[in-house]
């Protein structure tokens, strides 16, 4: 390590230290890619064989060249602007998409020290790039210039902007327990407790004592990045596929991009939140960063299996799940949590 | 601190560079062969009789405002929600520092409850 | 130069850019557009402050909703740029009072070191304080009451909001499917039994 600090010293002089970063965030987006692109084959292998269907089996080995194809066809597809969009808003709106999905992992831990920045109000930062993540969608939405793209984008706003107050409520209630904004910490205060001392870790994490939250978090995160059964806003059979309707080849694909490093980034927030993020399940086993990509696997996988098996919900019971049943319930999580943490029952010392 | 920050600058930058990216490649390869057919925007079969951008329901213009100020109402409750270890740790704090978020919560959830009854929240 | 100051110099140029073109841009969501980007290069003026907090809840705030909600509005208004600009000779001497008045006040306010009116020095911070911590510790002790009153004040926003804006349920019919899977033939069809009746 030190060799390669000076060597690169000697290449790059005073500039070396952003070539580093520019070298470590590379190696934390490249692998983002890959994961992204091997998602969208999983999705298709998962929900076909749910479906007692095999999914892509003919681009190479089991279809696993699949990604590679899908990614090579929309590149080499027209990027259609309709004439009646406004073009320069129509271009920036997927990148506005993808820009905060990408730029909220720059905070995201891998295991104790392995963190790009690490900033005392990392959740808060993640929180604040999260929102911004509603303008993409609703400026394809408008400058397409088509009513179903603008009906999309709508629903999806709304929508977005519901949810986001139950994971805001969440997540304070998280705070409350763990007494950091910061990620390293809030896993590392999930390492302690009565089962921990007993060696049996996974029951000491956020998931147990807060289970209504991880629930609501999840499920919240999966309506955040409108997912079956909540993807009322791309609603194929009824408003064509919504906000991104009249986009086409590579622009296309940058929502997809956008979307499935979000799903990503979902998985791993609940992991590093409730399920204690790299630290072993059990006493006996070290910690680590495998632990931490087992469990975005698993997190994973839900978002997979609810499309599978949930129809679409209805627009007013979204709404109606958000505003009526997943904000009261953090609210009052929020007044149980902390009577429990007043009273000599508390665990979070 | 902010030596910290630096990082993120550069991701953010890297994220814009990544969405950009794709779509110049796209730019450069794909072929354009544009016509009016294909331009036009998408309808059932017949061309658009007026502009999409229509005048909307003010029920989301209600949500957004809502929003905003449950927003806030998280925004106050962070820093809250940071010391709260450190209060219940604290004797003589305890209680007070509770009751008082308590209090705030209740004062909202007044207002909550009002939209609620109201049936600003419901959708049909 | 060092680092910090050319980063300060480059975000306060983008500020003045995009603040300029707030008020320039014919199109309003491209003005919408560059308000946005305003907040967030302030957000960045104010992380060179140290003052990480409330940056962060700068862009949360402003950026993640309220401009949702200029968004929304500006979206959907048919804005008429030859109606609005009617009455610009009518209101120009008014809104020059205004601009000058707050330009005074500013200038006031930045020159305050010059002029000698506030002679304190903004204390220091320490080198690994958390922001948030800080605030946190002084919202729940020393700022009980304006936090309270902060409710408050949420709570007239939450209930002027529903007022003013909500015009009560919509008239719509629709069928609930509850009902209609709940209802058993007895409800529906009465059979009745009647003589037969003779035809003439």
Request: one cysteine or more.
């Amino acid at each position: 390590m030190d060799t390669l600090m000076q060597f690169g010293t000697g290449v790059f002089g005073t500039a070396w230290p952003a070539v580093w970063t520019l070298i470590k965030i590379v190696l934390i987006v490249a692998p983002l890619m890959l994961g992204v692109a091997y998602l969208t084959y999983a999705e298709r292998k998962v929900i076909g064989y749910m479906q007692v269907r095999i999914g892509p089996n003919r681009v190479g080995p089991l279809g696993l060249l699949q990604p590679i194809a899908d990614g090579v066809k929309l590149l080499l597809k027209e990027i259609v602007v309709p004439s009646g969009a406004n073009r320069f808003l129509f271009v920036i709106a997927p990148m506005l998409s993808l820009a905060p999905a990408l730029a909220a992992w720059a905070v995201v831990p891998f295991t104790d020290t392995l963190v790009l920045a690490d900033i005392d109000a990392s959740l808060l930062y993640i929180l604040a790039i999260g929102s911004m993540g509603v303008y993409g969608v609703v400026l394809a939405g408008w400058a397409s210039n088509s009513k179903y793209a603008f009906l999309g984008a709508m629903r999806a706003a709304a929508q977005i902007v519901s949810y986001e107050i139950a994971m805001g409520f969440a997540l304070v209630v998280v705070l409350m327990v763990s007494g950091s904004l910061n990620l390293v910490d809030i896993v590392q205060s999930q390492q302690k407790g009565t089962f921990a001392d007993m060696g049996l870790n996974f029951l000491s994490w956020n998931w147990l004592p807060l289970l209504p939250l991880f629930v609501v978090y999840f499920i919240s995160g999966v309506a955040e990045t409108n997912r079956a059964p909540f993807d009322v806003a791309e609603g194929e059979s009824e408003i064509v596929a919504g906000f991104h309707v009249d986009y086409s080849g590579m622009a296309f694909a940058v929502f997809f991009l956008a979307e499935y490093a979000e799903m990503i980034l979902i998985a791993t927030l609940t992991s590093l939140l409730f399920l204690g993020g790299w630290s072993s399940p059990v006493a006996f086993l070290p910690d680590g960063i495998v632990w931490l990509l087992a469990k975005i696997c698993f997190m994973l996988l839900f978002f997979l299996w609810f499309r599978a098996t949930f129809p679409r919900y209805r627009y007013d019971h979204i709404m109606r799940l958000g505003w009526k049943v997943f904000i009261p319930l953090t609210v009052v999580w929020l007044f149980v949590v902390g009577i429990w943490m007043m009273s000599p029952l508390n665990i979070w010392k | 601190m902010l030596e910290n920050y630096f990082p993120i600058l550069m991701f953010i930058l890297v994220g814009l560079a990544i969405g950009v990216l794709p779509v110049l490649m796209g730019w450069l390869l794909a072929p354009s062969r544009p016509d009016s057919e294909k331009l036009s925007p998408y309808e059932c079969g017949f061309e658009a009789f007026e502009d999409a951008r229509m005048k909307f329901d003010v029920r989301y213009y209600l949500i957004a405002i809502i929003f905003i100020l449950f927003d806030l109402e998280i925004a106050f409750l962070f820093p809250w929600a940071t010391v709260f270890k450190d209060i219940v740790a604290s004797e003589p704090m305890r209680f007070f520092g509770f009751i008082e978020v308590a209090i705030f919560l209740t004062i909202i959830l007044v207002g909550d409850a009002y939209a609620w009854a109201k049936g600003a929240l419901d959708w049909e | 130069m060092d680092f910090k100051t050319t980063v300060f110099f480059f975000l306060s140029a983008i500020l003045i850019f995009a603040g300029l073109r707030v008020i320039t841009a014919r199109n309003p969501v491209h003005a919408v557009l560059h308000l946005i980007l305003a907040f967030f290069t302030s957000a960045g003026l104010w992380l060179l402050l140290q003052a990480e907090f409330l940056a962060m809840v700068l862009v949360m705030v402003y950026i993640g909703a309220v401009m949702v909600l200029f968004l929304f509005v500006v979206m959907m208004l048919d804005i008429n740029l030859d109606q609005l600009r009617q009455g610009f000779w009518k209101y120009l001497p008014l809104g020059a009072v205004i601009g000058i008045l707050i330009a005074i006040e500013m200038g006031m306010v930045l020159g305050s070191r010059y002029f000698q009116v506030l002679d304190s020095e903004v204390p220091g911070v320490a080198a690994n304080a958390s922001n948030t911590r800080e605030l946190g510790a002084l919202l729940s002790t020393d700022y009980v009451y304006p936090f309270e009153l902060a409710a408050v004040v949420l709570l007239v926003a939450i209930v002027a909001a529903v007022a003013l804006t909500f015009r009560g349920p919509k008239k719509t019919r629709y069928t609930d499917p509850a009902a209609q899977i709940r209802v058993k033939a007895a409800d529906r069809v009465r059979v009745v039994k009647m003589p037969v009746e003779k035809q003439d």
